[in-house]
């Protein structure tokens, strides 16, 4: 395997998931997935832990491309309302599925994986406490929105049909309307 060894492990860990629906990861099963040994696995890998950190930060890293390619500008430039949009326009217009939800939910049960989507996205959903209330209440009303259509469209479990995903941008979009231009 070449110098981009790793990324391809990790995708190739996340389709383990995708093909069994989300299950869990071994190092002998990714190692199969992507053509290597376990011990030519382990060399990138060399514990499961490790394994599952590179998968969880891989997919963190894709959410965070996806964010700022949304959101058009460095991160530090950009308002509470632009931040919290770009996070509701990425979760209800891009496609993810149960194997992103498996490595978010599976996350949450071991600390030092938290820490990951903690540490990433962390600076796109924290909102100043100098935030007039009135405006806290409504970005975070439009973030619950794209967690709750995210978590119905990854598990399939009671999904949104995708003729109401626009009605649920345009809700969305009225609870950010009252940023200040920028």
Known sequence: MARNAKPQILDGALELLRVE???????????KQVGLT????????PTKE???????????????KLLLDRLGRPLEAASPHQRIRAYVEVA??????????AIYSDAHYRDALTDTWVRRFEPWLALPSTLPDAARARLTAARLLADGYWVAATTGVFPVPDHDRDRLLALA??????????
Do not use: N
Not at 21 to 31: E, N, P
């Open 21 to 31: 629906g989300g299950g869990a990861i071994t190092l002998d099963a990714a190692a």
């Open 38 to 45: 376990k011990p030519g696995l382990m060399y990138h890998f």
């Open 50 to 64: 490790a394994l599952m950190l590179g998968v969880v930060d891989h997919v963190a890293e894709r959410w965070e």
């Open 92 to 101: 209800l217009t891009t496609r993810f599925d149960r194997a992103d939800y």
């Open 173 to 182: 979009e009225t609870l950010l309307e009252d940023e200040a231009p920028s």
